[in-house]
């Protein structure tokens, strides 16, 4: 595939050249840029550490460690020339090494990745949100593991051996990074060639379904979105815009008032005093200062951000109020 550029009613066509004859080292130049933009290989992702080796062979490192979406861990590994030799294989290996990887272990790594990169972050809560988990359904994290390879072009023998594991149903990907030069820059076209987005598409609503089927059969993750006030929220978000936008439409006079209304409904801790959370509990509560609400009391409080099957009852006690809340798909 060639790069135009049109200016003038011209296209001129730009020249493909090499990461080594613009002297981008794979690691300093190519991996430092992808690891700030990773949606550009792996899009929905977020990137928790680099250079993994947190293993006895230290020789052995994953260059980018993320995590999706749907809370799978995604392996990612950079090639900047166009021989890739043999890292599907190595990529493999490293996936089979990470695939008993618990949540908090992830949180640790993540922690470690946001202090060198001095983020200003929480890690936990950040893994949380970006997954729509709550600390009631942990088990659900890391259940598989994706593999992104992201190089200069591919062999036929790799891009062979790859075919063959996606037929075996391992989620592996390989999208060619292709420079350019135009004036003064290096342009990058970033192309999945494996699978085919069409191809792609399909099978991420095919996986999607797959959960949902499971998720029905198990009763653990739900997918569900909800629209409010214009705004498409996942469950933990829906209740912190819902409840918030209650107390300052209400304007409910104290936290008794809020809990004795909520506790009806058998919401009895989805409302409490900021100052009351233990540290250890941080994290089941929207506790950032922006998500805080200070009543009319002058009491601060928080919201509970730990809902699992409980929506219907907050779908129940916000009712009375006419406020309109639809589920949408996911």
Not at 65 to 78: G, P, Q, S, T, Y
Not at 105 to 127: G, P, S, V
Not at 131 to 159: C, H, P, W, Y
Not at 168 to 191: H, M, Q, W
């Amino acid at each position: 595939m060639s790069l135009y550029n049109i200016s003038n009613k011209n296209l001129t066509a730009l020249t493909q050249t090499t990461f080594a004859a613009e002297g981008l080292q794979e690691r300093q130049d190519l991996q430092e840029a992808l690891k700030g933009c990773v949606d550009a290989i792996a899009p929905d992702c977020l990137v928790i550490s680099e250079e993994f080796s947190d293993w006895e062979d230290s020789r052995r490192r994953i260059d980018l460690l993320a995590i999706d979406r749907n809370a799978n861990l995604v392996v990612i590994e950079l090639k900047r020339d166009e021989i890739g030799a043999h890292m599907e294989l190595q990529a493999l290996r490293y996936a089979a090494m990470i695939s008993t990887m618990t949540f908090d272990k992830a949180c640790e790594y993540f922690e470690q990745y946001i202090a060198k990169e001095r983020l200003e972050i929480n890690a936990r809560e950040t893994i949380l949100e970006f997954v729509d988990l709550d600390e009631n359904s942990l088990d659900d994290f890391g259940n598989d593991v994706r593999i992104m390879l992201a190089s200069a072009d591919f062999g036929k023998e790799l891009t062979t051996s790859v075919l063959w594991l996606r037929d075996k149903g391992i989620d592996i990907s390989c999208v060619r990074l292709t420079p350019y030069r135009y004036k003064d820059d290096v342009l990058i076209n970033a192309e999945q060639i494996i699978p085919v987005p069409e191809v792609e598409a399909y099978q991420v609503k095919f996986r999607e379904k797959q959960a949902e089927q499971r998720t029905s059969k198990k009763g653990q993750r739900d997918y569900s979105k909800y629209r409010f006030n214009g705004q498409v929220y996942n469950k933990r978000k829906l209740a912190l815009a819902v409840i918030t936008h209650w107390i300052e439409d209400r304007r409910p006079a104290s936290l008794v008032d809020i809990q004795n209304h909520l506790s009806r409904f058998n919401l009895p801790k989805a409302v409490t005093l900021a100052d009351l959370i233990a540290e250890k509990h941080l994290n089941r509560y929207h506790s950032s200062e922006d998500a805080l609400l200070t009543l009319a009391s002058d009491e601060v409080i928080a919201i509970s951000n730990q809902w699992g099957d409980n929506i219907p009852n907050l779908l129940q006690a916000m009712a009375p109020f006419g406020y309109v809340i639809e589920k949408v798909d996911s």
